[in-house]
């Protein structure tokens, strides 16, 4: 696989609307459950079987696996949490502009955009599997940006 292939498999615009469908999510610690819901239901829109890994209250977890025979072990690791919006956004936090190749909203950056890269490179190995070997780990996990109960509950 080529950067070249990949990129005519996913768009811009693709990547930039899944990033805007998780930046519209407010998801301070202790409130990631929704986002994380609607991580797995893509991903489950997608083909694959993602789990759901209880941490603390309604904070989940969002593990998937695209296993393809012996081979190396890729894991792709995001959080969903943001830190608080703090005075001086301009126009909503939860509402992503898109300004030439960049993308404003609370957490698009750390790491939104970062999740659906992952998402979206779980989805692009699943349905492509000619050309690789291996298992490929996808997960998304909660409160990185207070005690990463999520990462110390995945390990």
Same mark, same amino acid.
């Given at each position: ?59 989940? /977890? ?5 296993? /393809? ?7 792709? /690791? ?78």
């Amino acid at each position: 696989m080529t950067h070249d292939w990949l990129a005519d498999v996913v768009s811009d615009d693709e990547a930039a609307a899944l990033t805007s469908e998780l930046v519209a999510f407010r998801s301070y610690p202790g409130e990631e459950g929704p986002v994380q819901r609607h991580v797995a239901a893509w991903l489950a829109s997608a083909g694959l079987e993602p789990e759901l890994q209880a941490t603390a209250g309604d904070r989940p /977890n969002v593990i998937a696996r695209v296993e /393809n025979g012996d081979g190396p072990v890729l894991l792709l /690791n995001g959080h969903t949490d943001t830190v608080l919006a703090v005075a001086g956004w301009d126009g909503d936090p939860w509402t992503t502009r898109r300004e030439g190749d960049r993308l404003y909203g609370l957490g698009a950056v750390d790491m939104k955009s970062g999740v659906a890269a992952a998402m979206l490179a779980t989805r692009v190995l699943a349905q492509h599997r000619e050309g690789w070997r291996g298992t490929v780990i996808f997960t998304s996990v909660v409160d990185e940006e207070a005690y990463s109960l999520g990462a110390h509950a995945l390990i």
